[in-house]
């Protein structure tokens, strides 16, 4: 069984700054890509950031420039250092991880549950 629990969303003015944390817990040999993703009221979840193993990240166009993706091997974590936001990045925000639980070279994808950013004056 493989676990990923997000937090760090809230409501935060435009401008504003949150950071999203993402832990990933469980059977784990060894965590391949991560990412974030984010779904608006009526719209499709759409990727907003990635990162793999090496720790290269990838973003979206919509967010370059104010969001950052990293991780933290280590703990298993991923986070989303998220700045200026705007009233547009209004979503629920989703971690997934690509987990290998054991040696053999199969990974499964993974979801957490989700955390609501709201961006409003």
């Known amino acids: 069984q493989v676990q990923l629990v997000e937090s760090g969303g809230g409501l935060v003015q435009p401008g504003g700054s949150l950071r999203l944390s993402c832990a990933v817990s469980g059977t784990i040999f060894s965590i391949n890509g991560m990412g974030w993703y984010r779904q608006a009221p009526g719209k499709q979840r759409e990727l907003v950031a990635g990162?793999?193993?090496?720790?290269?990240?990838n973003y979206a166009d919509s967010v370059k420039g104010r969001f950052t993706i990293s991780r933290e091997n280590a703990k298993n974590t991923v986070y989303l250092q998220m700045n200026s936001l705007k009233p547009e990045d209004t979503a629920v925000y989703y971690c997934?991880?690509?987990?290998?639980?054991?040696?053999?070279?199969?990974?499964?994808?993974?979801w957490g549950q989700g955390t609501q950013v709201t961006v409003s004056s």
């Open positions: 997934k991880a690509m987990v290998r639980p054991t040696a053999i070279l199969v990974e499964y994808e993974y």
């Open positions: 990162i793999n193993s090496g720790g290269w990240p």
